[in-house]
């Protein structure tokens, strides 16, 4: 069995450590550009994973919404922002739908 030396572990960055080192303040415009685009990283890989889990390719995608399947691959790899409207023809292209939750 692995035993750990609890005075190293208590010297160990958090995550959050490790964050406001290289981003800055929780409200600083650096992390703030950073958590905007951790959320579209994370939201492009859902659709991406429900894209492949329906066996759906990129260019029909990109064609079912009128875009070019090169854009699909692009909001997949993170190289590019997609606004909301995109979003939401996307999801409903893979037959997705949201509920907005206020609270």
Do not use: C
């Not at 009128?66 to 692009?74: A, F, L, V």
């Amino acid at each position: 069995m692995l035993k750990f030396d609890k005075s190293k572990l208590g010297g160990l960055k958090t995550f959050d450590d490790h964050l406001q080192e290289r981003y800055g303040d929780e409200n600083s415009p650096e992390r703030k550009e950073f958590e905007a685009k951790a959320k579209a990283w994370y939201y492009a890989e859902l659709l991406k994973d429900e894209r492949k889990r329906q066996n759906i390719t990129q260019k029909v995608l990109a064609e079912k919404i009128g875009k070019k399947r090169e854009y699909i691959s692009s909001l997949e790899k993170g190289q590019t922002d997609m606004q909301l409207s995109t979003f939401l023809r996307i999801a409903d292209a893979l037959g997705l739908r949201f509920s907005l939750v206020l609270g």
